[in-house]
């Protein structure tokens, strides 16, 4: 268990809707990093949260934003859904930038 | 610009013979190197990591890598593949001197293990 929790599990919803994924970091740690595993794009980065400032942004769509709240947590919404959306998403987080990652078991999302 | 390229995505190998997983990387400046492993339903598990000094690190479940600047390469490496090291294994740099954990990813390597 790395201590990154993300829920839901799985989503199943339609083209053209809107998401919120959920990411609870390790106790402690202050970054969250969001990532996309789709079959075609392999693993891509999508966005840095640190104490609740965006650090980094990679690959993310204008559809897509996040934020981390004060008490750490962190959502990733995705909007105007589209099949291509469909892919597993990862919450990791770490204690500093020289630290390992830590990834949740991720969020599978299936857009039909 | 970054990148990591893993050579082949599926590799099979037979119970007790030698695991080898190949990464080759592209960066304009000193990298830091990983290895995560990802087993079916589950997240990535950090399995070792190069940042600097010693080129060749050992990590979790007796693997290792060996870094080679001159061959731009961070092979992994097991001695005696066991039916439990079955998952998707995943290459992965990032630049020493970049703020935050932006990593890029090679593609992956799916191993199966055959008794």
């Known amino acids: 268990d790395s201590g990154v929790t993300q829920t839901p599990k799985h989503l199943i919803t339609a083209t053209g809707q809107r998401v919120t994924l959920r990411c609870s970091p390790r106790?402690?740690?202050?970054?969250v990093y969001w990532y996309q595993q789709s079959l075609d794009q392999g693993l891509q980065f999508l966005i840095h949260?640190?104490?609740?400032?965006?650090?980094a942004k990679g690959n993310i769509l204008e559809r897509f934003s996040a934020q981390q709240f004060p008490d750490l947590h962190s959502e990733l919404n995705l909007s105007s859904l589209e099949l291509g959306d469909s892919a597993l998403y990862f919450c990791?987080?770490?204690?500093?930038?020289?630290?390992?990652?830590?990834f949740g078991n991720g969020t599978r999302l299936t857009v039909t | 610009a970054q990148s990591v390229t893993q050579l082949g995505s599926h590799v099979s190998v037979s119970e007790g013979a030698l695991v080898l997983l190949r990464c080759n990387y592209s960066?304009?400046?000193?990298?830091?190197l990983f290895w995560y492993v990802q087993y079916p339903n589950q997240g990535l598990q950090l399995l070792l990591k190069?940042?600097?000094?010693?080129?060749l690190v050992k990590g979790i479940n007796g693997f290792e890598a060996e870094f080679k600047k001159s061959e731009t390469s961070f092979h992994l490496t097991k001695p005696s593949a066991h039916m439990s090291d079955a998952a998707e294994y995943f290459c992965?740099?990032?630049?020493?001197?970049?703020?935050?954990?932006?990593?890029?990813f090679g593609g992956g390597t799916r191993v199966l293990v055959k008794p």
């Open positions: 990791a987080s770490s204690v500093d930038s020289n630290s390992p990652l830590h």
């Open positions: 106790s402690g740690d202050l970054s």
């Open positions: 949260y640190y104490n609740g400032e965006e650090r």
């Open positions: 960066s304009s400046v000193p990298p830091y």
């Open positions: 190069y940042t600097t000094g010693a080129t």
């Open positions: 992965a740099l990032r630049p020493i001197k970049a703020a935050g954990n932006k990593l890029t």
